[in-house]
């Protein structure tokens, strides 16, 4: 703690908020684990104890889920207009920017990610996504519809209502931006929530817990019970009593969590991983696309679902390409993400480190050759360096599999065929990236990728209006945009004869 502190002066709620064991959130009290036991949350850049924050496990999410029962069946919460809902989740949203330095510097400590990154876009997206949801809550509308029963007429229509009680389980690359596309959307429509937050980064979540309270949100609406994955997130996921489950993370436990909804038959949502390709044709303006190629896998160390993980290059541009991204690879400064002059920090833990070094090793095992980067950066912290790994093939596990780290592997193609043919090799279909200027090409591409979004000249532009899921195995539904409300409302209809 101290050794990251040093860097730079962070807001005194960090020091203060990671000064002394943090509980969880439950029907509006801050309480220890019913075990009470704790859990250590770790700095990615010393491998030191950052803090220690309560271990929920079964016992606990069963509190949790029976606040947010009582909460969803009799609290004021359901009474609430619209329009009072919808004012709450702002004062929340003013309330986070309030205090965007705090959560900005827990989450570089926790995370690793620089600050100036998380200033600039995990905090302000979590705002914006706050405030476009509080929008929604006095526009979830259903219709009327023209039934066509022979003899009377009728009057039909729809409600769209909250579908109840939300366990929402949320990874670790974004924290607080993963919470506000999860909590955003069920609280505009109406649900109350347990959410619990990744084990590596719970605590920019427990902060958001203590506005929640700040806001007014009744007690109970909102619950947060950190803890680990298979205990924790196991429970929460099979809860009889739970009605959706929201799930971001990897499709390995995507999987799990749809075995364990099956008890119930809950409603199920999951923004899963990828392997996006990101296309550069040689009639591209080169300079953009190499600077848009690095930013789409280097970007958050690597660590995002939609990362442009593999990079397609028509042949003709292929070593121009390669040598610009490998160029501006090795540009990247590596560092603490509490210091100033760092443009990368660590992986989040030694758990992620072990997996992306098991990976290069195997890549290069298999013939690949590192342009740039290819292995650890120093002995202490997390750190990878950047890498762009060439002679690779489709049948390499770093081509096929998601590394979630700062890995690309660049691979050349012949033609729009050949080329639609590897982008669309894989399991996964979350993002994908083109780069060219000619933009019938560019449309044509686009409606042949098999993923939930493809940017055109530009990679990882989100906005909390445009909504972002995956084909294949990257998840099911959509969030961000009205599409997300869809998630957390169920459709009634209702009719009657009215001659
Ligand atoms: P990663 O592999 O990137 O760490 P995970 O998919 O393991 O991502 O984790 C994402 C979230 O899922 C975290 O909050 C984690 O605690 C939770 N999780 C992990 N395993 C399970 C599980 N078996 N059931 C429910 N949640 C889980």
Known sequence: ????????????????????????????????????????????????????????????????????????DSGPWSKMTPSERGRLIWKLADLIEKHSEAFAGLESLDNGKPLAIARVADVPGAVDMFRYMAGWATKIEGNTIP????GSKFLAYTLREPVGVVGQIIPWNFPLLMASWKLGPALAAGCTVVLKPAEQTPLSALLLGELVQEAGIPDG???????????????????????????????????????????????????????SPNVVFQDADLNASIAGASLGIFFNHGQCCCAGSRLYVEEKAFDEVVEGVAAEASKIRLGPGVEPTTDMGPLVSEEQLNRVCGYLESGLAEGAKAVAGGGRHGDKGYFVKPTVLVNTHEKMKVVREEIFGPVVTAIPFRDLDDLVSKANGTVYGLASGVWTRDIAKA??????????????????????????????????????????????????SVCLPIS
Request: aromatic letters at 8%; charged letters at 20%; glycine letters at 10%.
């Open 1 to 72: 703690m101290a050794t990251a502190t040093q860097a730079v002066r962070l807001d005194e709620k960090v020091t203060q908020f990671v000064s002394k064991p943090r509980k969880m959130l439950i029907n509006g009290k801050w309480v220890e684990s019913a075990s009470g036991k704790t859990f250590p949350s770790y700095n990615p850049a010393t491998g030191e104890i950052l803090a220690h924050v309560a271990e929920g496990d079964r016992e606990d999410i069963n509190r949790a889920v029976a606040a947010a029962r009582a909460a969803f």
């Open 147 to 150: 039934i066509s029963m022979p």
């Open 221 to 275: 609406v909102v619950n947060i019970v950190p803890g680990y994955g298979e205990t924790a997130g196991a429970a929460l996921a099979s809860h009889p009593d739970v009605d959706k489950i929201a799930f971001t993370g990897s499709t390995e436990v995507g999987k799990l969590i749809v075995q364990a909804a099956a008890g119930n038959l809950k409603k199920v949502s999951l923004e899963l991983g990828g392997k």
């Open 443 to 492: 449309h044509h591409v686009a409606s042949r990728l098999r993923a939930g979004t493809v940017w055109i000249n530009c990679y990882n532009v989100f906005d909390s209006a445009l909504p972002f899921g995956g084909y294949k195995q990257s998840g099911w539904g959509r969030e961000m945009g009205h599409e997300v409300l869809e998630l957390y409302t169920e459709v009634k």
